[in-house]
C-alpha cells in the first residue's frame, strides 16, 4: 500500500513526456533567473540607460522609431562631429535599432503601451533568455544527455562574464550579439552534422542578422572556416561538409553584403581571407572526389599532383598580384593589433587608449567565469574522448577564443558560451557518474570487463573499461561537494553582478557614514543644466568619452564622440585641452566651440576623471603634432605625474589642469586644498582662465562647463583683457619697434 | 654693438679650452673627414664641445649614450645598432655632404661632465644641434631633444624625426644590409626540417594522429591564455618582484596586475584542478578494484576541494573585498 505512492512519484520522471514538460518548465526557469539577476541596477536605480556607447544607440532607435527605416538608413548626423557630420546611417550595426524598434511596433500593435526608453532598457535581459536556450540546443548537439544542456543554459544565463554586458540598461550591440553567435553556432553544427542546405541556410540567416549587429562577427567568419580546416586536416572531408559550409558561406556572405557599413569588405579585407579561402578549397577538394569517382588510380597520382602544384601557383601568384595591386586591403588596426600585440601601443594610440582593448589579468578570468575556468579544461577534454565532428568544433572554439580574451578583456564575451557548454559537459559528466543509482558488484564486473573490451577512443585515460562507482559514500561525498561548488558559482555570480556590473556609471552610488545610499547624479544635473540653459546648437567641446552622452542626455552638438572615426579631429579636441590657452583658443574659435565641458574627481575622489584621462589626450594629440605637443613635458624631471606644487610648467598651463582646478582652492581655508583623488596638495594660488568663463559646476563638481568668450569687444587679446579686469595696471609696453634691421643705403 | 661682448664671452664660454679656434667650415670639414672613415663620430669630452660650438652651419645629432656594462641600460644596447645603421646609411648616401649633418655618440664614460652639465638623469638620450648661421639657421643654438620614452626605437622613426627637423635638405634613406647568415641559416633550416619530416614521416604520423598529444597541447594552451599569458607578453611584466622587506612576493597587489610566476602559479592550480576533475569523471570509474577506487575518490576528491579553496584565498589577496572562501583557508 505505502510503496504505491512513492513508485508512483519515481516513475513521474521516467516517462518521456513528462521530461519533456519538466525540461520545458526548467528551461523557462533558468531564463527567467536569467533576466531577473540583470535587474539590479533597475531595482536600485531606476530604468535608465547605462554608460557611454548605448546611449548613442538609443538616441538612434529614438530617430529610428520616429522617422521610420529609410531615414534611419540615409541618416546624416550633422550634430555630431561637428563641424564634419557623420554618416550614421551608413555607419553603423542597425541589428541592435531595429530589433528593439521591431519589438515597439509589435507591442504597440498588440495595443500594450510601452516606452521605447524601457524597451531599450530591458532588451538586454530579454536576450540573454534566448541566450541560455541557444546554450541548450547547441550543448544537447555535443551530449547524448539533456542534462548537460541545462546545466549549460544556467551557466550561460549567470555567468558574470555575459552579465557583464547585458545588464539591464546595457543597451549595447553585445546585448543581441551573444544570443546570435550561440545560435548560429547551433544552426552550423545542425547543418554540418546533417549535410542539410536548410539548415545551412538558416545559418547564413543568423549570420546575416549578426554581421548587422556586431563588429564581432569577424569571429565566426574566422572560427567556421577554421573548423573546416581542421576537419580537412583531419581526414573528415564529406560532401555534409561541402553542402553546409558553401551554403553558408555564399549565402551568409550575400546576406553580409548588404549592410551598408560592411559593403565589399567580405571579398576585400584580410580577415574575411579564411573564409573565401576555405570556400575556394573546398570546391578543389569537391572536384577531386569527383574525378577519383571517375578515373583510374593510377592516372589519378599524376593528376593529383598536377592539379595541386598548379592551383598552388596560380593562387600564390594571384594573392601576391591582388596585394600589391591594392585590391586586398591590408589587415584592419582593431584586427592587427590582436596578432601583433605590440602593434596597437606603438601606432594607434587612440585604441590603446580604450579599456576594453587591454589585456586581461588572470583575476579577471576568475571573476568572470569562477569555477568553469578550471572546468572548462575538463570538458574540452571529455571532447575528445568521441571527437565528433561537432566536438572539434568545441577544441577550436576553446583555444581560439581563450587566445582572444587573453589578448582583449572584451572578448571575454565571445569566450564565455564556450567555456559555459564545456563546463556544463564536464560537471553533467561528473553528476552522471557518481549520481547512478546502480553500484556495480565487484565480482560480477571482474567476469564481465574480461569479456568484453570498450571500445577504444584512443585516449589514455580511457583505455580501461568503464566500470562505475561501488561506494554509496564515495558518490554522495562527491556529489555533495560538486553541490558546494554550484552554490559558490552562482553566490559568486549574484556577487559579482551586484557589487561590479550594476553600475549605470551615469549615475553613481556612495554610502553615507551611516549605512544609507547616497545617490551622486552630477551628470544627469549637468547635461540637463546644458539642455535647459544653452542655445539648441550650441557646440560643445569635451573628450570623447562623454560625446555620446551629451548629445543623448543634453541633446547639444559635439566635436567628437565615441565613434572614433576620425583620429586627427579626437587629437585636435586632444590639442586643445592639453595646450596654454593662446593656442587653445584659436582652435576653439575655429571649432566655433560655445562651451566646453570636464570632468573632475578631485573633490570626491572620483577615478574616471578627465585628468586622469589626461594623458591619453596628450598621447594622441603628440601624434598628429609631435612639435607641438610633447608627453615628456607633462612628466616632473623625475617622471612623476603630478598636479601639485611640482606640477610641470606645460601641465599647469595646460587648458585641462585649468579648467579643472580654476576656483578649487577657495573651497578650502588658504593652502588646504586637497585633490581627493591623487592626494595631493594644490598650490595655494589657484589657475587663471582668461579666455572662458566658469558657466556651471556641478553639485559635487564631477562636471564643469566653462563658457568660451567672445572676442574682446575693445580687440584686446584675453590675456591682456583679463588681467585688466583683475585691476592689474598695464603693462607699459616697450615702444614698437621692431626688430633692428640693419640699414643698407 | 652692445651685444656683440655679450657674444663673444658666450662663444668663447661655448667653445671652452681650445682657443685655437677653427672657423665653422674648418670644423666640419675635420668632422665631415673623420666620419666619413667611421660614423658615428666617437666623441670625447673635448671634441663633443668642439663639434657643437656655436656659431655653426652644420647640424650635429649626437647620442649620449652609457654603454658600459656597470650602468645596465638596455636601451643604450638595444638602439646602439640601430644608431650606427642611420648614421652609415645617411653619411654614405650623402655623398656630397648637402645636408650637413654630423652623427656623434657621446658616452657617458667618455664625457661625464657634459652628462653633469646638461643634467641628464636618463640615458639614452639624442640631441640635434641645428645650424645657428648659414641658410638653415636656427633662432636658437639650444639642441633639440628626442627622449626615448616609448621604449626602443627603430632607425626609420628617428630618421623620420631628424628629417623633420631638418627641412629643405637632403634625406638620404635607410639601407638595411641583408642579413645574409639569416638568409641562409633560414634556407638551412627549412630544407633539412623537410628532410627530416621526409625521412622521419612514418614515426610522426602516429604522434600527429594522437588524440593524447592534441589533447594535451589544447589544454596547455587553455590553461596558458586563461592564466593571463598574453597579458605577461603584451605588458611585459616582472617575472616576480620584491615585497620590501627582502622577501620574494608571489603575487603583485591589485586586481589589474600580476607577476610572471603569479601566473605560472595560477596556470599550476587550474591544470591541478582540471586533472582532478577529469580523474573523477574518467579514471575513478575505470578502477576495478573496490579498495583502491575508494581511496582514488578521496584522492582526488581531497585535492580538488583544498586546491580550490586555496585558489580562493589566493583570489582573496587580489581584490581584498570578495566575500567568499571553503574551510581550510578561511
Same mark, same amino acid.
Request: net charge positive; proline share 5%; hydrophobic share 45%.
Given at each position: 500500500?505505502?510503496? =504505491?505512492?512513492?513508485?508512483?512519484?519515481?516513475?513521474?520522471?521516467?516517462?518521456?513526456?513528462?521530461?519533456?514538460?519538466?525540461?520545458?518548465?526548467?528551461?523557462?526557469?533558468?531564463?527567467?533567473?536569467?533576466?531577473?539577476?540583470?535587474?539590479?541596477?533597475?531595482?536600485?536605480?531606476?530604468?535608465?540607460?547605462?554608460?557611454?556607447?548605448? *546611449?548613442?544607440?538609443?538616441?538612434?532607435?529614438?530617430?529610428?522609431?520616429?522617422?521610420?527605416?529609410?531615414?534611419?538608413?540615409?541618416?546624416?548626423?550633422?550634430?555630431?562631429?561637428?563641424?564634419?557630420?557623420?554618416?550614421?546611417?551608413?555607419?553603423?550595426?542597425?541589428?541592435?535599432? +531595429?530589433?528593439?524598434?521591431?519589438?515597439?511596433?509589435?507591442?504597440?500593435?498588440?495595443?500594450?503601451?510601452?516606452?521605447?526608453?524601457?524597451?531599450?532598457?530591458?532588451?538586454?535581459?530579454?536576450?540573454?533568455?534566448?541566450?541560455?536556450?541557444?546554450?541548450?540546443?547547441?550543448?544537447?548537439?555535443?551530449?547524448?544527455?539533456?542534462?548537460?544542456?541545462?546545466?549549460?543554459?544556467?551557466?550561460?544565463?549567470?555567468?558574470?562574464?555575459?552579465?557583464?554586458?547585458?545588464?539591464?540598461?546595457?543597451?549595447?550591440? =553585445?546585448?543581441?550579439?551573444?544570443?546570435?553567435?550561440?545560435?548560429?553556432?547551433?544552426?552550423?553544427?545542425?547543418?554540418?552534422?546533417?549535410?542539410?542546405?536548410? *539548415?545551412?541556410?538558416?545559418?547564413?540567416? @543568423?549570420?546575416?542578422?549578426?554581421?548587422?549587429?556586431?563588429?564581432?562577427?569577424?569571429?565566426?567568419?574566422?572560427?567556421?572556416?577554421?573548423?573546416?580546416? +581542421?576537419?580537412?586536416?583531419?581526414?573528415?572531408?564529406?560532401?555534409?561538409?561541402?553542402?553546409?559550409?558553401?551554403?553558408?558561406?555564399?549565402?551568409?556572405?550575400?546576406?553580409?553584403?548588404?549592410?551598408?557599413?560592411?559593403?565589399?569588405?567580405?571579398?576585400?579585407?584580410?580577415?574575411?581571407?579564411?573564409?573565401?579561402?576555405?570556400?575556394?578549397?573546398?570546391?578543389?577538394?569537391?572536384?577531386?572526389?569527383? +574525378?577519383?569517382?571517375?578515373?583510374?588510380?593510377?592516372?589519378?597520382?599524376?593528376?593529383?599532383?598536377?592539379?595541386?602544384?598548379?592551383?598552388?601557383?596560380?593562387?600564390?601568384?594571384?594573392?601576391?598580384?591582388?596585394?600589391?595591386?591594392?585590391?586586398?586591403?591590408?589587415?584592419?588596426?582593431?584586427?592587427?593589433?590582436?596578432?601583433?600585440?605590440?602593434? !596597437?601601443?606603438?601606432?594607434?594610440?587612440?585604441?590603446?587608449?580604450?579599456? =576594453?582593448?587591454?589585456?586581461?589579468?588572470?583575476? !579577471?578570468?576568475?571573476?568572470?567565469?569562477?569555477?568553469?575556468?578550471?572546468?572548462?579544461?575538463?570538458?574540452?577534454?571529455?571532447?575528445?574522448?568521441?571527437?565528433?565532428?561537432?566536438?572539434?568544433?568545441?577544441?577550436?572554439?576553446?583555444?581560439?577564443?581563450?587566445?582572444?580574451?587573453?589578448?582583449?578583456?572584451?572578448?571575454?564575451?565571445?569566450?564565455?558560451? &564556450?567555456?559555459?557548454?564545456?563546463?556544463?559537459?564536464? +560537471?553533467?559528466?561528473?553528476?552522471?557518474?557518481?549520481?547512478?543509482?546502480?553500484?556495480?558488484?565487484?565480482?560480477?564486473?571482474?567476469?564481465?570487463?574480461?569479456?568484453?573490451?570498450?571500445? %577504444?577512443?584512443?585516449? %589514455?585515460?580511457?583505455?580501461?573499461?568503464?566500470?562505475?562507482?561501488?561506494?554509496?559514500?564515495?558518490?554522495?561525498?562527491?556529489?555533495?561537494?560538486?553541490?558546494?561548488?554550484?552554490?559558490?558559482?552562482?553566490?559568486?555570480?549574484?556577487?559579482?553582478?551586484?557589487?561590479?556590473?550594476?553600475?549605470?556609471?551615469?549615475?553613481?552610488?556612495?554610502?553615507?557614514?551611516?549605512?544609507?545610499?547616497?545617490?551622486?547624479?552630477?551628470?544627469?544635473?549637468?547635461?540637463?543644466?546644458?539642455?535647459?540653459?544653452? %542655445?539648441?546648437?550650441?557646440?560643445?567641446?569635451?573628450?570623447?568619452?562623454?560625446?555620446?552622452?551629451?548629445?543623448?542626455?543634453?541633446?547639444?552638438?559635439?566635436?567628437?564622440?565615441?565613434?572614433?572615426?576620425?583620429?586627427?579631429?579626437?587629437?585636435?579636441?586632444?590639442?586643445?585641452?592639453?595646450?596654454?590657452?593662446?593656442?587653445?583658443?584659436?582652435?576653439?574659435?575655429?571649432?566655433?566651440?560655445?562651451?566646453?565641458?570636464? &570632468?573632475?574627481?578631485?573633490?570626491?575622489?572620483?577615478?574616471?576623471?578627465?585628468?586622469?584621462? @589626461?594623458?591619453?589626450?596628450?598621447?594622441?594629440?603628440?601624434?598628429?603634432?609631435?612639435?607641438?605637443?610633447?608627453?615628456?613635458?607633462?612628466?616632473?624631471?623625475?617622471?612623476?605625474?603630478?598636479?601639485? !606644487?611640482?606640477?610641470?610648467?606645460?601641465?599647469?598651463?595646460?587648458?585641462?589642469?585649468?579648467?579643472?582646478?580654476?576656483?578649487?582652492?577657495?573651497? @578650502?581655508?588658504?593652502?588646504?586644498?586637497?585633490?581627493?583623488?591623487?592626494?595631493?596638495?594644490?598650490?595655494?594660488?589657484?589657475?587663471?582662465?582668461?579666455?572662458?568663463?566658469?558657466?556651471?559646476?556641478?553639485?559635487?563638481?564631477?562636471?564643469?562647463?566653462?563658457?568660451?568668450?567672445?572676442?574682446?569687444?575693445?580687440?584686446?587679446?584675453?590675456?591682456?583683457?583679463?588681467?585688466?579686469?583683475?585691476?592689474?595696471?598695464?603693462?607699459?609696453?616697450? %615702444?614698437?619697434?621692431?626688430?633692428?634691421?640693419?640699414?643698407?643705403? | 654693438?652692445?651685444?656683440?661682448?655679450?657674444?663673444?664671452?658666450?662663444?668663447?664660454?661655448?667653445?671652452?679650452?681650445?682657443?685655437?679656434?677653427?672657423?665653422?667650415?674648418?670644423?666640419?670639414?675635420?668632422?665631415?673627414?673623420?666620419?666619413?672613415?667611421?660614423?658615428?663620430?666617437?666623441?670625447?669630452?673635448?671634441?663633443?664641445?668642439?663639434?657643437?660650438?656655436? #656659431?655653426?652651419?652644420?647640424?650635429?645629432?649626437?647620442?649620449?649614450?652609457?654603454?658600459?656594462?656597470?650602468?645596465?641600460?638596455?636601451?643604450?644596447?638595444?638602439?646602439? #645598432?640601430?644608431?650606427?645603421?642611420?648614421?652609415?646609411?645617411?653619411?654614405?648616401?650623402?655623398?656630397?655632404?648637402?645636408?650637413?649633418?654630423?652623427?656623434?655618440?657621446?658616452?657617458?664614460?667618455?664625457?661625464?661632465?657634459?652628462?653633469?652639465?646638461?643634467?641628464?638623469?636618463?640615458? #639614452?638620450?639624442?640631441?640635434?644641434?641645428?645650424?645657428?648661421?648659414?641658410?638653415?639657421?636656427?633662432?636658437?643654438?639650444?639642441?633639440?631633444?628626442?627622449?626615448?620614452?616609448?621604449?626602443?626605437?627603430?632607425?626609420?622613426?628617428?630618421?623620420?624625426?631628424?628629417?623633420?627637423?631638418?627641412?629643405?635638405?637632403?634625406?638620404?634613406?635607410?639601407?638595411?644590409?641583408?642579413?645574409?647568415?639569416?638568409?641562409?641559416?633560414?634556407?638551412?633550416?627549412?630544407?633539412?626540417?623537410?628532410?627530416?619530416?621526409?625521412?622521419?614521416?612514418?614515426?610522426?604520423?602516429?604522434?600527429?594522429?594522437?588524440?593524447?598529444?592534441?589533447?594535451?597541447?589544447?589544454?596547455?594552451?587553455?590553461?596558458?591564455?586563461?592564466?593571463?599569458?598574453?597579458?605577461?607578453?603584451?605588458?611585459?611584466?616582472? $617575472?616576480?618582484?620584491?615585497?620590501?622587506?627582502?622577501?620574494?612576493?608571489?603575487?603583485?597587489?591589485?586586481?589589474?596586475?600580476?607577476?610572471?610566476?603569479?601566473?605560472?602559479?595560477?596556470?599550476?592550480? $587550474?591544470?591541478?584542478?582540471?586533472?582532478?576533475?577529469?580523474?573523477?569523471?574518467?579514471?575513478?570509474?575505470?578502477?576495478?578494484?573496490?579498495?583502491?577506487?575508494?581511496?582514488?575518490?578521496?584522492?582526488?576528491?581531497?585535492?580538488?576541494?583544498?586546491?580550490?579553496?586555496?585558489?580562493?584565498?589566493?583570489?582573496?589577496?587580489?581584490?581584498?573585498? $570578495?566575500?567568499?572562501?571553503?574551510?581550510?583557508?578561511?
Amino acid at each position: 500500500m505505502s510503496a =504505491e505512492p512513492i513508485q508512483a512519484l519515481v516513475d513521474v520522471g521516467k516517462g518521456k513526456t513528462t521530461r519533456g514538460v519538466l525540461r520545458v518548465i526548467i528551461l523557462a526557469l533558468i531564463a527567467g533567473a536569467s533576466i531577473a539577476s540583470r535587474l539590479f541596477s533597475v531595482i536600485r536605480f531606476e530604468s535608465i540607460i547605462h554608460e557611454f556607447d548605448p *546611449w548613442f544607440n538609443f538616441r538612434a532607435t529614438k530617430y529610428l522609431v520616429a522617422n521610420g527605416f529609410y531615414n534611419f538608413w540615409d541618416w546624416f548626423d550633422d550634430r555630431t562631429w561637428h563641424p564634419l557630420g557623420r554618416v550614421t546611417g551608413g555607419t553603423l550595426y542597425p541589428g541592435l535599432m +531595429v530589433t528593439s524598434g521591431a519589438i515597439y511596433h509589435a507591442l504597440r500593435t498588440l495595443t500594450i503601451p510601452v516606452d521605447i526608453r524601457n524597451v531599450c532598457v530591458l532588451l538586454a535581459p530579454g536576450f540573454s533568455g534566448l541566450t541560455a536556450i541557444a546554450a541548450y540546443l547547441l550543448t544537447n548537439e555535443m551530449t547524448v544527455h539533456n542534462s548537460a544542456g541545462l546545466l549549460a543554459a544556467i551557466f550561460m544565463g549567470i555567468a558574470p562574464g555575459y552579465i557583464s554586458r547585458s545588464v539591464a540598461g546595457s543597451y549595447d550591440n =553585445e546585448a543581441i550579439a551573444i544570443f546570435l553567435l550561440v545560435f548560429t553556432f547551433y544552426l552550423w553544427i545542425k547543418a554540418l552534422k546533417q549535410g542539410s542546405m536548410l *539548415w545551412g541556410a538558416l545559418c547564413a540567416l @543568423f549570420y546575416g542578422y549578426m554581421v548587422a549587429s556586431w563588429g564581432g562577427y569577424a569571429f565566426i567568419t574566422c572560427l567556421l572556416p577554421l573548423h573546416a580546416f +581542421v576537419l580537412i586536416c583531419m581526414g573528415r572531408y564529406s560532401t555534409r561538409l561541402y553542402v553546409s559550409y558553401t551554403t553558408w558561406y555564399a549565402l551568409g556572405t550575400l546576406a553580409s553584403m548588404q549592410i551598408p557599413f560592411v559593403g565589399f569588405l567580405p571579398v576585400k579585407t584580410s580577415e574575411h581571407m579564411p573564409a573565401l579561402g576555405i570556400f575556394g578549397f573546398l570546391q578543389l577538394l569537391a572536384f577531386l572526389d569527383y +574525378v577519383r569517382s571517375a578515373i583510374p588510380s593510377r592516372q589519378f597520382q599524376t593528376f593529383l599532383w598536377l592539379f595541386a602544384g598548379g592551383t598552388f601557383a596560380i593562387g600564390l601568384a594571384g594573392l601576391v598580384v591582388a596585394t600589391s595591386a591594392g585590391i586586398i586591403a591590408p589587415w584592419s588596426g582593431r584586427f592587427y593589433s590582436l596578432w601583433d600585440t605590440g602593434y !596597437a601601443k606603438i601606432h594607434i594610440p587612440i585604441i590603446a587608449s580604450v579599456s =576594453e582593448h587591454q589585456p586581461t589579468a588572470w583575476p !579577471a578570468f576568475f571573476f568572470d567565469l569562477n569555477m568553469l575556468v578550471y572546468l572548462f579544461p575538463v570538458g574540452v577534454y571529455l571532447c575528445f574522448q568521441k571527437l565528433h565532428d561537432e566536438h572539434v568544433f568545441i577544441i577550436v572554439y576553446a583555444v581560439f577564443g581563450s587566445y582572444f580574451a587573453g589578448v582583449m578583456v572584451r572578448l571575454m564575451l565571445t569566450l564565455t558560451p &564556450v567555456v559555459c557548454i564545456a563546463g556544463a559537459i564536464a +560537471v553533467s559528466s561528473l553528476l552522471d557518474t557518481y549520481l547512478d543509482a546502480r553500484s556495480p558488484k565487484p565480482e560480477e564486473q571482474v567476469a564481465e570487463s574480461s569479456e568484453k573490451k570498450a571500445p %577504444k577512443s584512443g585516449l %589514455k585515460s580511457t583505455d580501461k573499461p568503464l566500470v562505475g562507482i561501488y561506494g554509496l559514500w564515495s558518490k554522495s561525498a562527491v556529489v555533495a561537494a560538486m553541490g558546494v561548488y554550484l552554490l559558490l558559482f552562482v553566490m559568486h555570480c549574484t556577487w559579482v553582478t551586484s557589487n561590479a556590473y550594476s553600475s549605470p556609471s551615469v549615475v553613481l552610488a556612495s554610502r553615507m557614514p551611516d549605512g544609507s545610499q547616497h545617490i551622486i547624479d552630477d551628470y544627469r544635473e549637468a547635461y540637463q543644466w546644458l539642455r535647459q540653459n544653452t %542655445k539648441e546648437d550650441a557646440k560643445v567641446m569635451s573628450w570623447w568619452d562623454y560625446g555620446y552622452q551629451i548629445g543623448g542626455m543634453a541633446d547639444r552638438p559635439t566635436l567628437v564622440d565615441n565613434n572614433t572615426w576620425n583620429n586627427t579631429h579626437i587629437a585636435t579636441v586632444g590639442k586643445a585641452m592639453s595646450s596654454r590657452e593662446e593656442v587653445s583658443y584659436p582652435i576653439m574659435r575655429q571649432h566655433e566651440v560655445d562651451y566646453v565641458l570636464v &570632468v573632475f574627481g578631485g573633490l570626491l575622489g572620483y577615478s574616471g576623471d578627465d585628468i586622469n584621462k @589626461f594623458l591619453w589626450m596628450v598621447r594622441i594629440a603628440e601624434g598628429i603634432w609631435p612639435d607641438e605637443v610633447s608627453e615628456r613635458a607633462f612628466f616632473t624631471p623625475r617622471g612623476e605625474y603630478k598636479v601639485d !606644487a611640482e606640477a610641470t610648467e606645460t601641465m599647469k598651463n595646460s587648458l585641462m589642469y585649468k579648467m579643472s582646478y580654476y576656483n578649487f582652492n577657495n573651497l @578650502f581655508p588658504p593652502g588646504q586644498a586637497i585633490d581627493r583623488m591623487r592626494q595631493a596638495r594644490l598650490p595655494e594660488v589657484g589657475p587663471t582662465l582668461s579666455t572662458m568663463e566658469e558657466a556651471f559646476t556641478s553639485e559635487n563638481w564631477i562636471i564643469r562647463i566653462y563658457k568660451v568668450k567672445d572676442l574682446d569687444n575693445l580687440g584686446r587679446d584675453h590675456i591682456s583683457a583679463a588681467a585688466f579686469d583683475r585691476g592689474l595696471k598695464k603693462k607699459r609696453a616697450p %615702444k614698437k619697434k621692431g626688430p633692428r634691421v640693419l640699414r643698407v643705403d | 654693438m652692445r651685444w656683440l661682448p655679450a657674444f663673444l664671452s658666450v662663444s668663447l664660454l661655448a667653445s671652452g679650452s681650445f682657443a685655437a679656434k677653427k672657423s665653422t667650415e674648418e670644423r666640419f670639414k675635420s668632422f665631415r673627414a673623420k666620419s666619413l672613415s667611421s660614423t658615428p663620430i666617437k666623441l670625447s669630452d673635448p671634441s663633443y664641445r668642439e663639434l657643437t660650438s656655436t #656659431p655653426r652651419d652644420y647640424a650635429a645629432a649626437i647620442v649620449l649614450t652609457a654603454m658600459d656594462n656597470r650602468f645596465g641600460c638596455q636601451l643604450c644596447r638595444e638602439f646602439q #645598432p640601430e644608431w650606427d645603421l642611420l648614421s652609415r646609411s645617411w653619411t654614405k648616401g650623402d655623398k656630397a655632404g648637402e645636408s650637413r649633418l654630423i652623427f656623434g655618440t657621446l658616452d657617458f664614460s667618455d664625457g661625464r661632465d657634459i652628462f653633469m652639465s646638461l643634467g641628464l638623469q636618463t640615458a #639614452p638620450v639624442l640631441l640635434l644641434f641645428p645650424p645657428t648661421v648659414g641658410p638653415h639657421a636656427a633662432a636658437s643654438p639650444d639642441p633639440i631633444r628626442y627622449d626615448f620614452s616609448n621604449g626602443p626605437q627603430v632607425a626609420e622613426v628617428v630618421h623620420s624625426w631628424i628629417a623633420r627637423h631638418l627641412p629643405d635638405r637632403p634625406h638620404p634613406p635607410i639601407k638595411r644590409p641583408i642579413n645574409w647568415v639569416r638568409w641562409i641559416s633560414t634556407t638551412v633550416i627549412s630544407l633539412g626540417s623537410i628532410t627530416a619530416m621526409f625521412v622521419a614521416w612514418p614515426y610522426i604520423i602516429p604522434v600527429l594522429q594522437s588524440r593524447n598529444v592534441w589533447s594535451a597541447i589544447s589544454l596547455m594552451l587553455i590553461l596558458l591564455f586563461t592564466s593571463g599569458h598574453m597579458y605577461n607578453q603584451i605588458r611585459k611584466v616582472p $617575472y616576480v618582484a620584491g615585497d620590501g622587506k627582502g622577501g620574494i612576493s608571489y603575487f603583485a597587489g591589485g586586481f589589474q596586475n600580476q607577476y610572471g610566476l603569479e601566473t605560472q602559479i595560477v596556470a599550476a592550480i $587550474y591544470g591541478l584542478l582540471s586533472l582532478a576533475g577529469i580523474s573523477l569523471v574518467l579514471k575513478v570509474p575505470r578502477i576495478s578494484d573496490v579498495k583502491l577506487q575508494g581511496v582514488a575518490v578521496i584522492a582526488w576528491g581531497g585535492v580538488f576541494f583544498l586546491t580550490y579553496g586555496f585558489l580562493l584565498s589566493v583570489f582573496r589577496t587580489k581584490n581584498p573585498g $570578495y566575500p567568499f572562501a571553503l574551510p581550510p583557508f578561511l
